[in-house]
Protein backbone atom coordinates (compact mmCIF):
# COMPACT_ATOMS: atom_id res chain seq x y z
CA UNK A 1 0.00 0.00 0.00
CA UNK A 2 2.67 2.13 0.77
CA UNK A 3 4.55 1.42 -2.27
CA UNK A 4 1.58 1.86 -4.58
CA UNK A 5 1.30 5.45 -2.84
CA UNK A 6 4.77 6.20 -2.96
CA UNK A 7 5.32 4.89 -6.62
CA UNK A 8 2.02 7.34 -7.70
CA UNK A 9 3.05 10.27 -6.11
CA UNK A 10 6.63 9.55 -8.19
CA UNK A 11 4.94 9.72 -11.61
CA UNK A 12 3.09 12.58 -10.60
CA UNK A 13 6.00 14.13 -9.42
CA UNK A 14 7.64 13.52 -13.03
CA UNK A 15 4.72 14.88 -14.86
CA UNK A 16 4.88 17.86 -13.32
CA UNK A 17 8.22 18.73 -13.88
CA UNK A 18 7.74 18.10 -17.24
CA UNK A 19 4.54 20.15 -17.29
CA UNK A 20 6.09 22.65 -15.54
CA UNK A 21 10.03 22.31 -17.59
CA UNK A 22 6.97 22.63 -20.73
CA UNK A 23 5.61 25.84 -19.54
CA UNK A 24 8.96 27.37 -18.71
CA UNK A 25 10.35 26.66 -21.90
CA UNK A 26 6.87 28.20 -24.01
CA UNK A 27 6.76 31.06 -21.99
CA UNK A 28 9.93 32.35 -24.15
CA UNK A 29 8.99 35.17 -26.54
CA UNK A 30 10.01 34.12 -29.98
CA UNK A 31 11.50 30.89 -31.09
CA UNK A 32 14.43 28.81 -31.68
CA UNK A 33 14.35 30.06 -35.38
CA UNK A 34 13.93 33.70 -34.86
CA UNK A 35 17.85 34.54 -36.03
CA UNK A 36 17.23 31.91 -38.95
CA UNK A 37 14.09 33.70 -40.30
CA UNK A 38 16.74 36.80 -41.21
CA UNK A 39 18.79 34.53 -43.96
CA UNK A 40 16.28 31.27 -44.54
CA UNK A 41 13.50 31.75 -47.30
CA UNK A 42 10.46 31.73 -44.94
CA UNK A 43 9.14 28.21 -46.61
CA UNK A 44 12.21 26.86 -45.01
CA UNK A 45 11.28 28.63 -41.62
CA UNK A 46 7.84 27.33 -42.16
CA UNK A 47 8.79 23.62 -42.77
CA UNK A 48 11.52 24.40 -39.67
CA UNK A 49 8.74 24.85 -37.34
CA UNK A 50 6.73 22.24 -38.87
CA UNK A 51 8.99 19.47 -38.81
CA UNK A 52 9.45 20.15 -34.97
CA UNK A 53 5.59 20.98 -34.21
CA UNK A 54 5.74 24.83 -33.60
CA UNK A 55 3.56 25.81 -35.76
CA UNK A 56 0.67 23.35 -33.89
CA UNK A 57 -1.40 25.02 -31.30
CA UNK A 58 0.52 25.24 -27.54
CA UNK A 59 -1.64 22.43 -26.16
CA UNK A 60 -1.38 20.17 -29.04
CA UNK A 61 2.52 20.41 -28.90
CA UNK A 62 1.94 19.71 -25.03
CA UNK A 63 0.10 16.89 -25.57
CA UNK A 64 2.06 15.62 -28.44
CA UNK A 65 4.95 15.69 -26.14
CA UNK A 66 3.38 13.64 -23.31
CA UNK A 67 2.71 11.58 -26.08
CA UNK A 68 6.07 11.31 -27.49
CA UNK A 69 7.64 10.60 -23.53
CA UNK A 70 5.29 7.89 -22.86
CA UNK A 71 7.26 6.17 -25.55
CA UNK A 72 10.50 7.47 -24.30
CA UNK A 73 11.04 9.96 -27.15
CA UNK A 74 12.83 12.79 -26.39
CA UNK A 75 12.50 14.49 -29.60
CA UNK A 76 14.84 16.08 -32.02
CA UNK A 77 17.53 18.89 -31.30
CA UNK A 78 17.35 22.12 -32.90
CA UNK A 79 21.22 22.68 -32.50
CA UNK A 80 22.32 19.54 -33.49
CA UNK A 81 20.52 18.43 -37.04
CA UNK A 82 21.96 14.87 -37.48
CA UNK A 83 20.97 13.75 -33.67
CA UNK A 84 18.07 13.36 -31.59
CA UNK A 85 17.74 14.03 -27.79
CA UNK A 86 17.93 10.46 -27.12
CA UNK A 87 20.95 9.78 -29.26
CA UNK A 88 22.49 12.63 -27.33
CA UNK A 89 21.33 11.20 -23.82
CA UNK A 90 22.41 7.43 -25.05
CA UNK A 91 26.03 9.09 -26.06
CA UNK A 92 26.84 11.05 -22.99
CA UNK A 93 25.09 8.70 -20.61
CA UNK A 94 28.22 6.24 -20.17
CA UNK A 95 30.92 8.93 -19.26
CA UNK A 96 28.33 10.44 -16.75
CA UNK A 97 27.18 7.05 -15.35
CA UNK A 98 31.05 6.12 -14.96
CA UNK A 99 31.53 9.12 -13.44
CA UNK A 100 28.77 9.45 -10.78
CA UNK A 101 29.21 5.89 -10.14
CA UNK A 102 32.75 5.74 -9.41
CA UNK A 103 32.26 9.24 -7.51
CA UNK A 104 29.71 7.60 -5.19
CA UNK A 105 31.70 4.57 -4.36
CA UNK A 106 34.09 6.70 -3.29
CA UNK A 107 32.11 9.07 -1.54
CA UNK A 108 30.51 6.67 0.40
CA UNK A 109 33.34 4.22 0.86
CA UNK A 110 36.03 6.89 2.06
CA UNK A 111 33.21 8.60 4.11
CA UNK A 112 32.21 5.73 6.04
CA UNK A 113 35.60 5.06 6.91
CA UNK A 114 36.08 8.26 8.23
CA UNK A 115 32.83 8.64 9.87
CA UNK A 116 33.87 5.50 12.12
CA UNK A 117 37.23 6.24 12.70
CA UNK A 118 36.23 9.57 14.36
CA UNK A 119 33.29 8.06 15.96
CA UNK A 120 35.49 5.37 17.41
CA UNK A 121 38.20 8.29 18.43
CA UNK A 122 35.02 10.31 20.04
CA UNK A 123 37.17 13.64 20.95
CA UNK A 124 40.24 12.15 20.11
CA UNK A 125 42.99 13.68 17.59
CA UNK A 126 41.83 11.14 15.15
CA UNK A 127 38.00 12.42 15.07
CA UNK A 128 39.67 16.09 15.07
CA UNK A 129 41.69 15.38 12.39
CA UNK A 130 38.76 13.28 10.11
CA UNK A 131 36.34 16.23 11.08
CA UNK A 132 39.05 18.97 9.61
CA UNK A 133 39.10 17.29 6.60
CA UNK A 134 35.63 16.51 6.67
CA UNK A 135 34.74 20.49 7.27
CA UNK A 136 36.83 21.56 4.38
CA UNK A 137 35.75 18.71 2.21
CA UNK A 138 32.04 20.94 2.43
CA UNK A 139 33.93 23.93 2.44
CA UNK A 140 35.16 24.00 -1.19
CA UNK A 141 33.48 23.88 -3.87
CA UNK A 142 33.97 21.41 -6.40
CA UNK A 143 34.68 23.86 -9.23
CA UNK A 144 37.22 25.60 -7.15
CA UNK A 145 39.03 21.78 -6.17
CA UNK A 146 39.23 20.54 -9.54
CA UNK A 147 41.20 23.55 -11.25
CA UNK A 148 43.71 22.93 -8.15
CA UNK A 149 44.18 18.94 -8.69
CA UNK A 150 44.42 19.40 -12.55
CA UNK A 151 46.70 22.13 -11.43
CA UNK A 152 49.12 20.10 -8.96
CA UNK A 153 48.37 16.56 -9.89
CA UNK A 154 48.09 16.69 -13.72
CA UNK A 155 50.51 19.66 -15.23
CA UNK A 156 53.16 20.25 -12.47
CA UNK A 157 53.63 16.62 -11.07
CA UNK A 158 52.36 15.10 -14.51
CA UNK A 159 51.04 11.96 -13.00
CA UNK A 160 47.40 11.86 -14.19
CA UNK A 161 45.96 13.46 -17.72
CA UNK A 162 44.60 16.74 -17.71
CA UNK A 163 41.24 16.65 -19.05
CA UNK A 164 39.20 14.82 -21.97
CA UNK A 165 38.17 11.40 -21.81
CA UNK A 166 39.41 7.97 -22.96
CA UNK A 167 41.42 5.24 -20.46
CA UNK A 168 40.49 5.17 -17.00
CA UNK A 169 43.55 7.21 -15.88
CA UNK A 170 41.07 9.77 -16.86
CA UNK A 171 38.62 9.43 -14.93
CA UNK A 172 40.24 9.57 -11.55
CA UNK A 173 40.65 13.54 -11.61
CA UNK A 174 37.15 14.34 -12.04
CA UNK A 175 35.96 11.54 -10.13
CA UNK A 176 37.78 12.45 -7.41
CA UNK A 177 36.77 16.41 -7.49
CA UNK A 178 32.94 15.14 -7.49
CA UNK A 179 33.47 12.65 -4.93
CA UNK A 180 34.50 15.26 -1.98
CA UNK A 181 31.84 17.22 -0.97
CA UNK A 182 29.64 14.33 -0.52
CA UNK A 183 32.44 11.94 0.92
CA UNK A 184 32.60 14.80 3.91
CA UNK A 185 28.73 14.75 4.43
CA UNK A 186 28.53 11.19 4.62
CA UNK A 187 31.70 11.57 7.06
CA UNK A 188 29.59 14.10 9.23
CA UNK A 189 26.63 11.92 9.22
CA UNK A 190 28.17 8.58 9.67
CA UNK A 191 30.00 9.86 12.86
CA UNK A 192 27.32 10.99 14.30
CA UNK A 193 25.12 8.16 13.69
CA UNK A 194 27.77 6.12 14.70
CA UNK A 195 27.63 8.64 18.17
CA UNK A 196 24.54 7.88 18.81
CA UNK A 197 24.44 3.83 18.51
CA UNK A 198 27.57 3.23 20.70
CA UNK A 199 25.70 4.84 23.55
CA UNK A 200 22.81 2.70 22.90
CA UNK A 201 21.70 0.16 25.64
CA UNK A 202 22.34 -2.86 23.97
CA UNK A 203 26.05 -1.70 22.90
CA UNK A 204 26.40 -2.00 26.85
CA UNK A 205 24.63 -5.24 27.21
CA UNK A 206 26.74 -6.51 24.35
CA UNK A 207 30.19 -4.92 26.00
CA UNK A 208 28.82 -6.68 29.57
CA UNK A 209 28.27 -9.84 28.27
CA UNK A 210 31.83 -9.87 26.87
CA UNK A 211 31.69 -9.37 23.44
CA UNK A 212 35.22 -8.33 21.83
CA UNK A 213 35.09 -4.72 20.74
CA UNK A 214 35.72 -5.27 17.14
CA UNK A 215 32.42 -7.44 17.20
CA UNK A 216 30.72 -4.55 18.72
CA UNK A 217 31.49 -2.07 16.57
CA UNK A 218 31.23 -4.20 13.52
CA UNK A 219 27.98 -6.34 14.50
CA UNK A 220 26.18 -3.99 16.12
CA UNK A 221 27.57 -0.77 16.03
CA UNK A 222 28.39 -0.07 12.31
CA UNK A 223 25.65 -2.23 11.42
CA UNK A 224 22.86 0.34 13.12
CA UNK A 225 24.44 3.47 12.68
CA UNK A 226 24.27 2.47 8.13
CA UNK A 227 20.27 2.77 8.31
CA UNK A 228 20.22 6.34 9.00
CA UNK A 229 22.53 6.90 6.33
CA UNK A 230 20.83 4.99 3.65
CA UNK A 231 18.10 7.79 3.53
CA UNK A 232 20.82 10.39 2.73
CA UNK A 233 21.79 7.96 -0.57
CA UNK A 234 19.04 10.12 -2.47
CA UNK A 235 20.60 13.61 -1.60
CA UNK A 236 23.77 12.83 -2.28
CA UNK A 237 23.06 11.25 -6.09
CA UNK A 238 21.36 15.00 -6.30
CA UNK A 239 24.17 16.26 -4.99
CA UNK A 240 26.61 14.13 -8.11
CA UNK A 241 24.09 14.36 -10.68
CA UNK A 242 23.86 18.63 -10.31
CA UNK A 243 28.32 18.43 -9.85
CA UNK A 244 28.52 16.98 -13.12
CA UNK A 245 27.23 20.18 -14.98
CA UNK A 246 30.33 21.62 -13.67
CA UNK A 247 32.79 18.59 -13.77
CA UNK A 248 32.50 17.41 -17.20
CA UNK A 249 33.02 21.41 -18.31
CA UNK A 250 36.02 21.48 -16.23
CA UNK A 251 37.48 18.33 -17.78
CA UNK A 252 35.92 18.06 -20.78
CA UNK A 253 34.05 15.63 -20.35
CA UNK A 254 31.52 14.48 -23.07
CA UNK A 255 28.85 13.32 -20.56
CA UNK A 256 25.34 14.48 -20.37
CA UNK A 257 25.92 17.12 -17.92
CA UNK A 258 27.98 18.96 -20.40
CA UNK A 259 25.59 18.36 -23.53
CA UNK A 260 23.12 20.00 -20.77
CA UNK A 261 25.14 23.24 -19.74
CA UNK A 262 26.35 23.34 -23.76
CA UNK A 263 21.96 23.24 -24.67
CA UNK A 264 21.83 25.95 -21.80
CA UNK A 265 23.91 28.26 -23.75
CA UNK A 266 22.73 27.50 -27.38
CA UNK A 267 18.86 27.76 -25.80
CA UNK A 268 18.22 24.56 -27.43
CA UNK A 269 14.60 23.79 -26.44
CA UNK A 270 13.71 20.32 -26.79
CA UNK A 271 17.34 19.41 -25.30
CA UNK A 272 17.37 21.46 -22.42
CA UNK A 273 13.67 20.07 -21.94
CA UNK A 274 14.84 16.58 -22.65
CA UNK A 275 17.80 16.28 -20.46
CA UNK A 276 16.22 17.77 -17.54
CA UNK A 277 13.35 15.47 -17.54
CA UNK A 278 16.07 12.51 -18.27
CA UNK A 279 17.74 13.93 -15.22
CA UNK A 280 14.59 14.47 -12.86
CA UNK A 281 13.38 10.88 -13.45
CA UNK A 282 16.52 9.57 -12.79
CA UNK A 283 16.77 11.25 -9.50
CA UNK A 284 13.10 10.71 -8.44
CA UNK A 285 13.68 7.28 -9.08
CA UNK A 286 17.00 6.88 -7.09
CA UNK A 287 14.78 8.51 -4.07
CA UNK A 288 11.86 5.88 -4.34
CA UNK A 289 14.51 3.38 -4.58
CA UNK A 290 16.40 4.18 -1.83
CA UNK A 291 12.73 4.97 0.62
CA UNK A 292 11.72 1.50 -0.11
CA UNK A 293 14.75 -0.19 0.56
CA UNK A 294 15.31 2.33 3.99
CA UNK A 295 11.83 0.55 5.15
CA UNK A 296 13.24 -2.46 3.75
CA UNK A 297 16.62 -2.75 5.74
CA UNK A 298 15.08 -1.31 9.33
CA UNK A 299 12.39 -3.42 10.64
CA UNK A 300 11.20 -0.63 12.69
CA UNK A 301 9.57 1.88 9.96
CA UNK A 302 6.77 -0.08 8.79
CA UNK A 303 6.11 -0.08 5.32
CA UNK A 304 2.57 1.52 5.59
CA UNK A 305 3.30 3.99 8.27
CA UNK A 306 2.15 7.53 6.76
CA UNK A 307 5.73 8.36 5.68
CA UNK A 308 6.93 11.35 7.57
CA UNK B 1 -22.36 45.59 64.86
CA UNK B 2 -19.60 43.27 65.72
CA UNK B 3 -20.64 40.55 63.23
CA UNK B 4 -20.57 43.22 60.90
CA UNK B 5 -17.40 44.48 60.63
CA UNK B 6 -16.26 40.38 60.71
CA UNK B 7 -18.24 39.98 57.51
CA UNK B 8 -16.89 42.56 55.80
CA UNK B 9 -13.30 41.69 56.39
CA UNK B 10 -14.08 38.24 54.89
CA UNK B 11 -15.11 39.41 51.93
CA UNK B 12 -12.46 41.86 49.76
CA UNK B 13 -11.87 42.52 46.37
CA UNK B 14 -9.76 39.99 44.29
CA UNK B 15 -6.22 41.10 43.22
CA UNK B 16 -6.13 40.82 39.86
CA UNK B 17 -2.49 40.51 40.00
CA UNK B 18 -2.74 36.83 41.45
CA UNK B 19 -4.20 36.15 37.92
CA UNK B 20 -1.80 37.66 36.21
CA UNK B 21 0.28 35.29 38.61
CA UNK B 22 -1.01 32.04 36.79
CA UNK B 23 0.08 33.03 33.26
CA UNK B 24 2.80 30.66 32.49
CA UNK B 25 5.62 32.65 30.35
CA UNK B 26 9.16 31.27 29.74
CA UNK B 27 11.43 33.37 31.12
CA UNK B 28 13.32 34.04 27.44
CA UNK B 29 16.47 35.65 28.49
CA UNK B 30 17.31 32.56 29.95
CA UNK B 31 17.91 30.32 27.43
CA UNK B 32 19.65 33.10 25.08
CA UNK B 33 22.03 33.30 27.74
CA UNK B 34 22.58 30.03 27.62
CA UNK B 35 22.88 29.74 24.22
CA UNK B 36 25.26 32.45 24.30
CA UNK B 37 28.06 31.38 27.12
CA UNK B 38 27.64 28.10 25.41
CA UNK B 39 28.75 28.75 21.79
CA UNK B 40 31.32 31.26 23.04
CA UNK B 41 33.22 28.52 25.17
CA UNK B 42 33.32 26.60 21.53
CA UNK B 43 36.16 28.26 19.68
CA UNK B 44 35.87 26.84 16.24
CA UNK B 45 31.90 28.41 16.11
CA UNK B 46 33.80 31.58 17.78
CA UNK B 47 36.39 31.78 14.88
CA UNK B 48 33.87 31.47 12.77
CA UNK B 49 32.06 34.09 13.88
CA UNK B 50 34.70 36.21 13.67
CA UNK B 51 35.40 35.17 10.25
CA UNK B 52 32.01 36.08 9.17
CA UNK B 53 32.46 39.44 10.67
CA UNK B 54 35.46 40.63 8.59
CA UNK B 55 34.08 39.12 5.70
CA UNK B 56 30.82 41.43 5.97
CA UNK B 57 32.62 44.29 7.35
CA UNK B 58 35.25 44.39 3.91
CA UNK B 59 31.86 43.69 1.90
CA UNK B 60 30.20 46.59 2.95
CA UNK B 61 33.56 48.82 2.91
CA UNK B 62 36.15 46.84 0.63
CA UNK B 63 35.36 47.75 -2.59
CA UNK B 64 35.73 51.75 -1.60
CA UNK B 65 39.38 51.31 -0.37
CA UNK B 66 41.05 51.57 -3.49
CA UNK B 67 40.81 54.12 -6.20
CA UNK B 68 39.49 51.60 -8.69
CA UNK B 69 35.47 50.26 -8.94
CA UNK B 70 35.01 46.45 -9.97
CA UNK B 71 34.17 47.06 -13.84
CA UNK B 72 37.24 49.87 -14.68
CA UNK B 73 39.43 48.70 -16.98
CA UNK B 74 43.02 49.24 -17.51
CA UNK B 75 44.42 47.90 -20.78
CA UNK B 76 48.12 48.90 -19.67
CA UNK B 77 47.58 47.09 -16.18
CA UNK B 78 46.30 43.76 -17.08
CA UNK B 79 47.21 40.18 -15.54
CA UNK B 80 49.56 41.87 -12.60
CA UNK B 81 50.56 40.26 -9.50
CA UNK B 82 49.32 41.48 -6.11
CA UNK B 83 51.39 44.56 -5.55
CA UNK B 84 51.51 47.89 -3.37
CA UNK B 85 49.10 49.60 -6.12
CA UNK B 86 46.61 46.41 -6.55
CA UNK B 87 46.66 44.35 -3.56
CA UNK B 88 44.88 41.84 -5.23
CA UNK B 89 46.31 41.93 -8.41
CA UNK B 90 44.42 42.38 -11.94
CA UNK B 91 42.52 39.79 -14.20
CA UNK B 92 42.89 40.05 -18.32
CA UNK B 93 41.18 43.24 -18.86
CA UNK B 94 43.36 45.15 -15.74
CA UNK B 95 40.29 45.54 -13.73
CA UNK B 96 41.63 45.13 -9.66
CA UNK B 97 40.93 42.15 -8.15
CA UNK B 98 40.50 43.59 -4.71
CA UNK B 99 37.61 45.88 -5.21
CA UNK B 100 35.54 42.78 -7.47
CA UNK B 101 36.95 40.09 -4.96
CA UNK B 102 35.02 42.28 -2.31
CA UNK B 103 32.08 43.53 -5.07
CA UNK B 104 31.52 39.94 -4.95
CA UNK B 105 31.47 39.35 -1.67
CA UNK B 106 28.45 41.74 -1.24
CA UNK B 107 26.54 40.08 -4.42
CA UNK B 108 27.57 36.76 -2.45
CA UNK B 109 26.22 37.51 0.81
CA UNK B 110 22.92 39.30 -0.28
CA UNK B 111 21.52 36.54 -2.29
CA UNK B 112 22.76 34.45 0.39
CA UNK B 113 20.80 36.22 3.30
CA UNK B 114 17.89 37.39 1.24
CA UNK B 115 17.36 33.99 -0.42
CA UNK B 116 17.75 32.56 3.33
CA UNK B 117 15.33 35.14 4.32
CA UNK B 118 12.63 34.14 2.15
CA UNK B 119 12.91 30.70 2.44
CA UNK B 120 12.43 31.29 6.00
CA UNK B 121 9.29 33.35 5.87
CA UNK B 122 7.74 31.27 3.85
CA UNK B 123 8.79 28.11 5.31
CA UNK B 124 7.15 29.41 8.53
CA UNK B 125 3.94 30.42 7.00
CA UNK B 126 3.28 27.29 4.95
CA UNK B 127 4.74 24.58 7.43
CA UNK B 128 3.43 26.77 10.38
CA UNK B 129 -0.45 26.39 8.89
CA UNK B 130 0.11 22.65 7.74
CA UNK B 131 1.65 21.64 11.39
CA UNK B 132 -1.09 23.47 13.63
CA UNK B 133 -4.01 22.61 11.51
CA UNK B 134 -3.32 18.94 11.02
CA UNK B 135 -6.14 17.28 13.31
CA UNK B 136 -8.16 19.75 13.76
CA UNK B 137 -11.25 18.57 12.25
CA UNK B 138 -11.87 17.47 8.60
CA UNK B 139 -11.29 21.10 7.05
CA UNK B 140 -7.69 21.47 9.08
CA UNK B 141 -6.33 17.65 7.48
CA UNK B 142 -7.62 18.97 4.24
CA UNK B 143 -5.15 21.61 4.02
CA UNK B 144 -2.45 20.15 5.72
CA UNK B 145 -2.76 16.92 3.43
CA UNK B 146 -3.42 20.00 0.22
CA UNK B 147 -0.09 22.18 1.61
CA UNK B 148 2.04 18.76 2.47
CA UNK B 149 1.08 17.42 -1.34
CA UNK B 150 2.61 20.39 -2.75
CA UNK B 151 6.10 20.35 -0.56
CA UNK B 152 6.10 16.62 -1.10
CA UNK B 153 6.22 17.08 -5.09
CA UNK B 154 8.70 20.00 -5.00
CA UNK B 155 10.87 18.11 -2.66
CA UNK B 156 11.43 15.46 -5.25
CA UNK B 157 11.96 17.72 -7.99
CA UNK B 158 15.45 18.24 -8.22
CA UNK B 159 16.57 21.78 -6.68
CA UNK B 160 19.44 22.95 -9.39
CA UNK B 161 17.60 21.76 -12.19
CA UNK B 162 14.42 24.01 -11.64
CA UNK B 163 16.48 27.16 -10.86
CA UNK B 164 19.13 26.31 -13.85
CA UNK B 165 15.22 26.18 -15.87
CA UNK B 166 14.13 29.41 -14.74
CA UNK B 167 17.34 31.30 -14.76
CA UNK B 168 17.24 30.09 -18.38
CA UNK B 169 14.13 31.78 -19.10
CA UNK B 170 14.53 34.93 -17.16
CA UNK B 171 16.54 38.18 -17.39
CA UNK B 172 19.24 37.44 -15.90
CA UNK B 173 19.99 39.74 -12.73
CA UNK B 174 20.70 39.58 -8.97
CA UNK B 175 17.05 39.36 -8.13
CA UNK B 176 15.92 36.81 -10.67
CA UNK B 177 18.64 34.75 -8.89
CA UNK B 178 17.04 35.20 -5.48
CA UNK B 179 13.75 34.38 -6.85
CA UNK B 180 14.95 31.06 -8.33
CA UNK B 181 16.51 30.19 -5.60
CA UNK B 182 13.56 30.80 -3.36
CA UNK B 183 11.00 29.42 -5.37
CA UNK B 184 11.61 25.93 -4.36
CA UNK B 185 14.35 26.63 -1.43
CA UNK B 186 11.83 26.96 1.27
CA UNK B 187 10.58 23.26 0.96
CA UNK B 188 12.87 22.64 3.72
CA UNK B 189 12.02 24.96 6.03
CA UNK B 190 8.74 24.25 6.01
CA UNK B 191 9.14 20.20 6.34
CA UNK B 192 11.07 21.57 9.32
CA UNK B 193 8.62 24.08 11.06
CA UNK B 194 5.68 21.70 10.32
CA UNK B 195 7.54 18.79 12.59
CA UNK B 196 8.59 20.85 15.22
CA UNK B 197 4.73 22.14 15.63
CA UNK B 198 3.51 18.41 15.36
CA UNK B 199 5.28 17.75 18.23
CA UNK B 200 5.37 20.99 20.05
CA UNK B 201 1.62 21.11 20.01
CA UNK B 202 1.22 17.48 21.66
CA UNK B 203 3.27 18.93 24.69
CA UNK B 204 1.70 19.28 27.88
CA UNK B 205 2.20 23.15 28.08
CA UNK B 206 0.32 23.79 25.01
CA UNK B 207 -2.85 21.54 26.40
CA UNK B 208 -2.43 23.45 29.82
CA UNK B 209 -2.56 26.77 27.82
CA UNK B 210 -5.39 25.73 25.72
CA UNK B 211 -7.32 23.74 28.28
CA UNK B 212 -6.90 27.73 29.95
CA UNK B 213 -8.54 29.43 27.87
CA UNK B 214 -5.65 30.73 25.44
CA UNK B 215 -6.25 32.08 22.33
CA UNK B 216 -4.36 30.18 18.89
CA UNK B 217 -2.58 33.27 18.42
CA UNK B 218 -1.33 33.64 21.96
CA UNK B 219 -0.19 29.81 21.86
CA UNK B 220 1.68 30.24 18.43
CA UNK B 221 3.48 33.37 19.47
CA UNK B 222 4.19 32.58 23.16
CA UNK B 223 4.55 28.83 22.99
CA UNK B 224 5.23 27.57 19.78
CA UNK B 225 7.47 29.84 17.88
CA UNK B 226 9.72 30.55 21.21
CA UNK B 227 10.15 26.64 20.47
CA UNK B 228 11.59 26.83 17.46
CA UNK B 229 13.56 29.39 17.47
CA UNK B 230 16.66 27.66 17.95
CA UNK B 231 16.05 25.25 15.28
CA UNK B 232 15.35 27.49 12.63
CA UNK B 233 18.18 29.61 13.34
CA UNK B 234 20.89 26.67 13.28
CA UNK B 235 18.82 25.84 9.74
CA UNK B 236 18.99 29.60 8.71
CA UNK B 237 23.28 29.37 9.20
CA UNK B 238 22.93 26.24 6.88
CA UNK B 239 20.88 28.15 4.29
CA UNK B 240 22.63 31.12 3.65
CA UNK B 241 25.52 28.91 2.62
CA UNK B 242 24.03 26.57 0.53
CA UNK B 243 22.26 29.45 -1.01
CA UNK B 244 25.81 30.67 -1.75
CA UNK B 245 27.25 28.30 -3.10
CA UNK B 246 24.65 28.00 -5.46
CA UNK B 247 24.85 31.22 -6.92
CA UNK B 248 28.65 30.54 -7.43
CA UNK B 249 27.28 27.31 -8.77
CA UNK B 250 25.25 28.95 -11.41
CA UNK B 251 27.20 31.97 -11.89
CA UNK B 252 30.24 29.23 -12.69
CA UNK B 253 28.32 28.05 -15.38
CA UNK B 254 27.08 31.17 -16.98
CA UNK B 255 23.73 31.69 -15.61
CA UNK B 256 24.57 34.04 -12.50
CA UNK B 257 25.36 37.23 -12.69
CA UNK B 258 26.04 39.27 -15.86
CA UNK B 259 29.65 40.83 -16.84
CA UNK B 260 30.94 43.15 -15.51
CA UNK B 261 29.01 42.65 -12.54
CA UNK B 262 31.83 40.70 -9.95
CA UNK B 263 30.55 37.52 -8.23
CA UNK B 264 33.05 34.92 -6.65
CA UNK B 265 31.61 31.93 -9.12
CA UNK B 266 32.26 34.19 -12.34
CA UNK B 267 35.52 35.34 -10.88
CA UNK B 268 36.58 31.49 -10.64
CA UNK B 269 35.36 30.83 -14.10
CA UNK B 270 37.10 33.83 -15.24
CA UNK B 271 40.08 32.50 -13.50
CA UNK B 272 39.64 28.77 -15.17
CA UNK B 273 41.87 29.64 -18.20
CA UNK B 274 44.64 30.90 -16.76
CA UNK B 275 45.03 28.58 -13.75
CA UNK B 276 48.15 26.84 -15.32
CA UNK B 277 49.77 30.51 -16.68
CA UNK B 278 50.77 30.83 -12.93
CA UNK B 279 48.46 33.72 -12.16
CA UNK B 280 47.48 31.95 -8.95
CA UNK B 281 45.71 35.45 -7.57
CA UNK B 282 43.59 35.20 -10.29
CA UNK B 283 41.55 31.87 -8.95
CA UNK B 284 43.26 31.68 -5.33
CA UNK B 285 41.27 35.15 -4.01
CA UNK B 286 37.75 34.12 -5.12
CA UNK B 287 37.95 30.54 -4.31
CA UNK B 288 39.38 31.16 -0.96
CA UNK B 289 37.00 33.25 -0.13
CA UNK B 290 33.79 31.00 -0.95
CA UNK B 291 35.68 28.03 0.96
CA UNK B 292 36.23 30.39 3.73
CA UNK B 293 32.57 31.40 3.82
CA UNK B 294 31.90 28.34 3.43
CA UNK B 295 33.35 27.41 6.33
CA UNK B 296 32.89 29.73 8.33
CA UNK B 297 29.23 29.50 8.48
CA UNK B 298 29.01 26.05 8.78
CA UNK B 299 31.17 25.18 11.85
CA UNK B 300 28.82 28.87 13.59
CA UNK B 301 25.88 26.76 12.98
CA UNK B 302 27.24 23.04 14.32
CA UNK B 303 28.30 25.18 17.34
CA UNK B 304 24.79 26.89 17.57
CA UNK B 305 23.29 23.75 17.09
CA UNK B 306 25.29 22.50 19.77
CA UNK B 307 25.02 25.02 21.96
CA UNK B 308 20.91 25.03 21.64
CA UNK B 309 20.86 21.05 22.20
CA UNK B 310 20.74 20.15 25.83
CA UNK B 311 21.64 17.06 25.14
CA UNK B 312 25.07 17.65 24.37
CA UNK B 313 26.38 19.87 27.52
CA UNK B 314 29.65 17.47 28.00
Known amino acids: ?59 VQYLLYLK ?35 ALVIAIVFGLILGIVAALNHNGLLDYLSMGVAIIGISVPSFILAPLLIKYFAVDWGL ?41 DYIKTADAKGVSTIGIVIKHGIRNAL ?45 ILGTTIFFSAILIVTLFIVDISYRLVDPRIKLSSKGE | ?99 RTWYGARISLTIGIAAALIDLVMGLVVGGISGYMAGRGKLGDRIDGFLMRIVEILYGIPYLLVVILLLVVMKPGLWTIILALSITGWVGMARIVRGQILQLKEQEYVTAAQKLGTSHGKIIWRHLFPN ?12 IPNAIFAESFLSFIGLGVQAPIASWGTMANDALGVILTGQWWRLFFPGFLISLTMFAFNVFGDGLQDALDPQSSD
Open chain 1, 160 to 200: LPVASWGSWEHTVLPSVALATAPLAIVARFMRSSMLEVMNQ
Open chain 1, 227 to 271: IPVISFIGPLVAFLLTGTFVIEKIFAIPGIGKYFVDSIFNRDFPV
Open chain 2, 228 to 239: MIGIIIVNLTFT
Open chain 1, 68 to 102: NLATLDLGPSIESKTRDVNTLIADGFPASALLGIQ
Open chain 1, 1 to 59: MYILKRFLTMIVTIWVITTLTFIIMHSIPGDPFASDADVLPEEVVENMREKYNLDQPLP
Open chain 2, 1 to 99: MIEQRNEEDLFHPVDHNRFKQNEIVRPSIGQFRETVTNILRNKLAVLGMFILVIITFFAIFGPNMVPYSYSDQNLEAKNLAPSVEHWFGTDALGRDMWA
